[in-house]
């Protein structure tokens, strides 16, 4: 398998005219298959002051997941990696396998030296969702090509800054995609320590983002979103801030904060997002690992709520990723080097939001992993 990834790389490089040595050839891979339990597979959510409406009952799932990266010197001023991951969900309950969904991602960045301690790179990043087409459902395609420059000021800190472009397709109504310019900013401080004498290392990073989506759809009034010629398009500017620090030693411990503003001339879609979280990877006894991630998600929209329209995809959208507050606990251990045997267990709520709308989902997750890390 080694020498057929190798060697398939090999020829990829050899099409462009790009020399590499064995010792410049770096690569990881993962497959990962598993049982799990979801109670709330529709992602239903209870309404204060509606009619109840039956909730599916929880199904049992097999999902998979490979994933893989290739890291390579292409001389001494430039470098190349690529990523891609592929995974999907099946639901035995009859009632959820609308929820059955693929997804597959990819990215690609190619980094050149320009200067002693300065760098430019060219990214590409793509994600794709296969699943039921249905208003309701995270049907959705991104590729976002990108180029930033990065500055070393001095060995500890890093400087990145750059732009590029987004074209979002939502599959199930096409008035929901948009293409957008972006533009991006951030900074990271790392402090090494003496790991040796069990000093630890220490990071802090922070930056923003924008995003200004030009939708295909008309925007929307109290009334609807109905498609006419005196009513505008849909434009969004969302900005995201962030920071985040984090100590790896023998334990690794991190935390971070987040907003989101969202400007939109469509009704139901400006919005003032905080989130705040924290994780930890801690070693166990008998070579175990716990892992432990919370993150506290609080929104407040300017317009009233409403349950008429919906809700086109979110900046950062992903099957696993709902703007819930989460708990996520891990234990896994590795034998061997190679085989990982773990436990995930993640809880979604809409706390600590009060308001009419209520949402509680559980899922738990029994995994074997193969992986190849060299």
Avoid at 56 to 77: D, T
Avoid at 133 to 158: C, H, N, T, Y
Wanted: charged share 20%.
């Amino acid at each position: 398998m080694r020498l057929r990834i190798a060697a398939m790389f090999g020829l990829c490089l050899a099409a462009t005219g790009m020399k590499v040595r064995a010792d410049q050839l770096h690569y990881d891979w993962r497959l990962e298959d598993g049982v799990e339990y979801d109670s709330n597979p529709g992602r239903v959510e209870r309404i204060e002051g509606t009619p109840s409406q039956p909730t599916p009952p929880g199904s049992a799932l097999a999902r998979f997941v490979a994933a893989g990266g290739l890291y390579a010197e292409l001389g001494e001023r430039n470098s190349l990696a690529l990523s891609g991951a592929f995974g999907g969900k099946w639901f035995t309950a009859s009632q959820a396998r609308g929820e059955n969904v693929l997804v597959a991602q990819a990215s690609a960045s190619d980094t050149l030296r320009v200067w002693r301690r300065t760098h430019a790179a060219a990214a590409l990043s793509y994600y794709d969702v296969f699943q039921r087409r249905s208003i309701e459902l995270p049907d959705f395609r991104s590729l976002a090509p990108s180029l930033r420059v990065e500055q070393a000021l001095g060995k500890p800190v890093l400087l990145s800054l750059g732009g590029g472009y987004r074209w979002f397709a939502y599959k199930p109504d096409g008035a929901f995609s948009f293409h957008a310019p972006t533009a991006f900013v951030s900074i990271r401080h790392v402090l090494p320590g003496d790991l040796l004498s069990g000093a630890a290392d220490w990071e802090w990073s922070a930056g923003g983002s924008f995003e200004a989506r030009a939708f295909d759809g008309a925007a929307c009034t109290a009334s609807g979103c109905e498609q006419s010629s005196g009513n505008p398009r849909h434009h969004d500017r969302f900005w995201i801030g962030h920071a985040e620090w984090s100590r790896t030693g023998a334990w690794l411990f991190g935390s971070g904060v987040a907003v989101h503003v969202n400007q939109s001339n469509s009704y139901g879609e400006s919005l003032l997002r905080g989130l705040l979280h924290v994780r930890a990877v801690v070693p166990l006894p008998v070579e175990l690992s716990l892992s432990v991630r919370a993150e506290v998600v609080a929104t407040r929209y300017r317009d009233p709520l409403t349950f008429l329209q919906p809700v086109a995809g979110l900046p950062s959208a992903s099957i696993e990723d709902e703007s819930r507050s989460t708990l996520r606990v891990e234990l896994s251990r590795l034998f061997e080097g190679r085989f990982e045997l773990g436990a995930r267990y993640v809880y979604y709520t809409s706390a600590p939001a009060s308001g009419a709308v209520e949402f509680r989902r559980q899922t738990a997750l029994l995994y074997f992993a193969f992986l190849d890390e060299p």
